[in-house]
């Protein structure tokens, strides 16, 4: 067996999706709604939102917490995993977008445990901090504008409890981060959360090259 990941082409791609992927009938509209949307590329991929759902489980998340909406497949998917006691707080900056987040959580029955904050994430986060619900959060999932990706890593990270898990995505930026003549701003501020998770004494990690690499940030219990 080879010592590196799998390389997907098309077909294995296919058989993976095809083969192991159940996913929701609502789930597969909504992703062929935003396949036609000019910023599609922006979901996240059915095997991704499998998994994340499939950790929701497996810590037994109730209180969730989502920076960057866009057009709902992550949070729903997310929340279709939660408990009816659970809660997700959704934020994003636009309106627009998350209509169609709010028409699916209707469709999925799952926007009663969806709680949408309009706004920069930088303040909502920062309010949700004023409000108390720091520590609170099980689990968190960042996958929002890359220059601001420290920042809303140190605010989830004080909003998770100990154990919590925070995922954050396009952690291999389509191959960028390893390509030293890339230095635009995105490019290099994933690079850095790279660099500074790797050795932050706060957090266990792991980064999974799903999708478009996924990083898994266990915040440390015994250190706080
Ligand atoms: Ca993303």
Request: aromatic share 6%.
């Amino acid at each position: 067996m080879a010592n590196k990941s799998v390389v997907l082409d098309d077909c294995l791609y296919a058989y993976l999706l095809s083969a192991t992927v159940n996913e929701p009938e609502v789930l597969r509209q909504l992703r062929e709604e935003t396949a036609r949307h000019p910023y599609g590329g922006m979901q996240i991929a059915p095997e991704q939102g499998r998994f994340m759902a499939w950790l929701i489980e497996l810590i037994g998340a109730q209180q969730v917490l989502e920076v960057g909406v866009f057009t709902g497949y992550s949070s729903t998917c997310m929340a279709l995993a939660l408990p009816s006691v659970g809660r997700l707080v959704a934020l994003d900056i636009s309106a627009e977008h998350t209509q169609t987040a709010q028409r699916y959580w209707q469709l999925a029955g799952v926007a009663e445990r969806i709680e949408l904050r309009l706004g920069h994430a930088l303040e909502t986060l920062k309010q949700l901090m004023d409000e108390g619900d720091s520590g609170r959060f099980d689990l968190a999932f960042i996958d929002a504008d890359k220059a601001n990706y420290d920042n809303y890593y140190e605010q989830t990270l004080a909003l998770l409890r100990p154990g919590g898990l925070l995922l954050i995505d396009n952690m291999l930026w389509g191959g960028k981060v390893a390509d030293p003549s890339e230095v635009d701003e995105d490019t290099s501020a994933i690079r850095a959360l790279n660099s500074k998770i790797k050795t932050d004494p706060r957090v266990s990690a792991v980064l999974l090259p799903v999708a478009d690499g996924l990083s898994l940030v266990r915040k440390r219990g015994d250190l706080l």
